[in-house]
């Protein structure tokens, strides 16, 4: 199984996750299957409605959800799972990830060190065991963009 997100898509979720920073950022992301593979044709951001943990907690706002389910049905499409930031963290879910995930969804945990995205996971639910295994996500990681200096 494998999570591609499709190239313009994809700048949008490492452009959201980097400027979530140094908080948690979250969102939908919706697409269809395509065979072996999910794609992911439309990330929706999302609000995180944590208080006072942003910087270790998220919770996606209901309406978020809601909303990007309008969307996806009005593309023919669905939601097919969500993203959250790992600031200064590793990209492997937590325990708390795992207990709140539902089963059917591909989860994208996106770890982003002093405000850049560093590599990007997916995961989704093992059911019964109430694990999550570890499923192959295209791309990983931003591609490396221009250097940083200008030509003068
Ligand atoms: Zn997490």
Avoid: K
Wanted: glycine content about 8%.
């Amino acid at each position: 199984m494998t999570v591609v997100v499709e190239d313009d898509q994809a700048v949008r979720l490492w452009a959201a996750a980097s400027a979530a920073y140094p908080e948690e950022g979250c969102g939908v992301l919706v697409g269809h299957a395509d065979g072996d593979e999910t794609r992911v044709t439309l990330v929706v951001e999302g609000r995180n409605l944590v208080r006072d943990r942003r910087l270790d907690r998220y919770e996606l706002d209901p309406a978020d959800i809601l909303r990007a389910d309008r969307l996806a049905r009005e593309r023919g499409e669905e939601v097919v799972g969500f993203y959250h930031t790992h600031p200064d963290h590793p990209a492997r879910p937590s325990q708390l990830d795992t207990d709140r995930a539902w089963p059917g969804y591909h989860y994208v945990v996106i770890a982003v060190a002093g405000g850049r995205v560093e590599v990007a996971t997916a995961w989704t639910l093992d059911e019964p065991a109430r694990r999550f295994d570890a499923v192959s996500l295209h791309p990983p990681r931003p591609a490396s963009g221009p250097p940083d200096h200008t030509p003068s």
